[in-house]
């Protein structure tokens, strides 16, 4: 059957497809969903790299490998000349996407973040700042006694203009209190992206899977960004990746539902459920290589990025380096054309 237009599942309808429908069956909608949303055979990807500011963090989350509590001899916190040469030899790379990221630092004030994002678009023109998760977000207005419009505000009048989806994990509260109760009270994922959507911010929504959740959170997460998407129309993408349970407090065997074809399923559901997303992000780097490339056949148009200078997941030993030739084989593997995008989905270059 072709496909020739997006269909809208409820809740109830979703769950029963998610977890009764046939991988096969759910891989052919979403192909036929992803040459509707994104027609011919190009996979998009992104020269990007991903530093860390700090590794000092308040949040305590039961899955991370990478913080350390304030005051401890293995935390740092790099200083903007610092984290302005890291991104010095990642221009020399090739790269347009800075993703940078850090813990939940108990002081660092306003203007350290602003000035990360003045300095980069100052002297790295070219360069995107695709900085800050929700959870830092909210940090910043609290450590700052600011609002999350005004933090916003400071950022985008600093020349930033897109927000990374890192921090939603699973949006369901049962869960949050379970693996990272610190951090997301109130929904502030949620808000910190309504927010920025409505001061004009493009961000990505993620989800981890693959801790403790069950399919029907995975619904209650995938509605919960279809339902901000059809209010801010915001989100450019959804990226989900798995758990990676090594060096974590909460190491745990999968739960019974993610099986190994697991990532497959969610991409190709999250094809057919989020119906209002122009993307769907796989990727070689958090699912390993091999992975990677079958995910593209799963509804996919995205490949993700280089992640040049990965520190998070690395932490829990999950270490995947590439560069750019070998994501265009990866790709070509997959029976897919390459093409290198921008941090808003803008082709730069066909391959
Ligand atoms: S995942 Fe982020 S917020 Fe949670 S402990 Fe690690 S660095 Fe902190």
């Given at each position: 059957?072709?496909?020739?237009?997006?269909?809208?599942?409820?809740?109830?309808?979703?769950?029963?497809?998610?977890?009764?429908?046939?991988?096969?069956?759910?891989?052919?909608?979403?192909?036929?969903?992803?040459?509707?949303?994104?027609?011919?055979?190009?996979?998009?990807?992104?020269?990007?790299?991903?530093?860390?500011?700090?590794?000092?963090?308040?949040?305590?989350?039961?899955?991370?490998?990478?913080?350390?509590?304030?005051?401890?001899?293995?935390?740092?916190?790099?200083?903007?000349?610092?984290?302005?040469?890291?991104?010095?030899?990642?221009?020399?790379?090739?790269?347009?996407?800075?993703?940078?990221?850090?813990?939940?630092?108990?002081?660092?004030?306003?203007?350290?973040?602003?000035?990360?994002?003045?300095?980069?678009?100052?002297?790295?023109?070219?360069?995107?700042?695709?900085?800050?998760?929700?959870?830092?977000?909210?940090?910043?207005?609290?450590?700052?006694?600011?609002?999350?419009?005004?933090?916003?505000?400071?950022?985008?009048?600093?020349?930033?203009?897109?927000?990374?989806?890192?921090?939603?994990?699973?949006?369901?509260?049962?869960?949050?209190?379970?693996?990272?109760?610190?951090?997301?009270?109130?929904?502030?994922?949620?808000?910190?992206?309504?927010?920025?959507?409505?001061?004009?911010?493009?961000?990505?929504?993620?989800?981890?899977?693959?801790?403790?959740?069950?399919?029907?959170?995975?619904?209650?997460?995938?509605?919960?960004?279809?339902?901000?998407?059809d209010i801010t129309n915001g989100f450019t993408a959804f990226i989900p990746w798995s758990y990676k349970k090594t060096n974590t407090p909460l190491e745990k065997k999968m739960p019974e539902w993610a099986g190994e074809t697991a990532y497959y399923r969610i991409l190709a559901f999250a094809r057919i459920f989020l119906d209002n997303f122009d993307h769907i992000q796989g990727t070689w780097f958090s699912e390993g290589k091999d992975v990677g490339i079958q995910s593209l056949a799963y509804g996919v148009d995205d490949f993700g990025g280089t992640l040049f200078d990965e520190n998070v997941h690395a932490a829990t030993t999950h270490i995947n380096k590439t560069t750019i030739d070998e994501i265009c084989d990866m790709?070509?593997?997959?029976?897919?054309?390459?093409?290198?995008?921008?941090?808003?989905?803008?082709?730069?270059?066909?391959?």
């Amino acid at each position: 059957m072709k496909i020739t237009e997006t269909t809208r599942y409820s809740f109830e309808d979703g769950l029963d497809m998610f977890v009764n429908a046939p991988l096969e069956e759910l891989q052919a909608m979403a192909d036929g969903i992803r040459q509707i949303k994104n027609p011919g055979n190009r996979i998009t990807f992104v020269i990007d790299t991903n530093p860390n500011y700090t590794n000092v963090c308040t949040a305590d989350c039961l899955f991370c490998a990478f913080y350390r509590k304030p005051g401890s001899s293995e935390g740092y916190t790099l200083s903007v000349d610092e984290v302005m040469n890291i991104i010095g030899k990642n221009k020399e790379l090739g790269v347009t996407t800075v993703l940078l990221q850090g813990g939940l630092h108990p002081d660092l004030d306003m203007e350290f973040y602003t000035s990360l994002v003045r300095e980069t678009i100052k002297r790295f023109p070219g360069i995107n700042p695709h900085f800050f998760s929700a959870p830092e977000i909210y940090n910043m207005a609290e450590v700052n006694d600011l609002s999350l419009e005004d933090v916003l505000q400071a950022l985008w009048d600093a020349g930033q203009r897109t927000l990374p989806g890192g921090g939603a994990e699973i949006l369901s509260e049962k869960i949050r209190k379970k693996i990272s109760p610190k951090k997301n009270k109130d929904n502030l994922w949620m808000r910190v992206h309504e927010t920025a959507h409505k001061v004009g911010f493009k961000s990505t929504a993620t989800m981890m899977y693959g801790s403790v959740e069950t399919p029907e959170d995975i619904l209650i997460h995938l509605l919960a960004i279809r339902e901000l998407q059809d209010i801010t129309n915001g989100f450019t993408a959804f990226i989900p990746w798995s758990y990676k349970k090594t060096n974590t407090p909460l190491e745990k065997k999968m739960p019974e539902w993610a099986g190994e074809t697991a990532y497959y399923r969610i991409l190709a559901f999250a094809r057919i459920f989020l119906d209002n997303f122009d993307h769907i992000q796989g990727t070689w780097f958090s699912e390993g290589k091999d992975v990677g490339i079958q995910s593209l056949a799963y509804g996919v148009d995205d490949f993700g990025g280089t992640l040049f200078d990965e520190n998070v997941h690395a932490a829990t030993t999950h270490i995947n380096k590439t560069t750019i030739d070998e994501i265009c084989d990866m790709i070509r593997e997959g029976n897919y054309i390459p093409a290198q995008r921008d941090t808003l989905y803008n082709i730069i270059e066909s391959y």
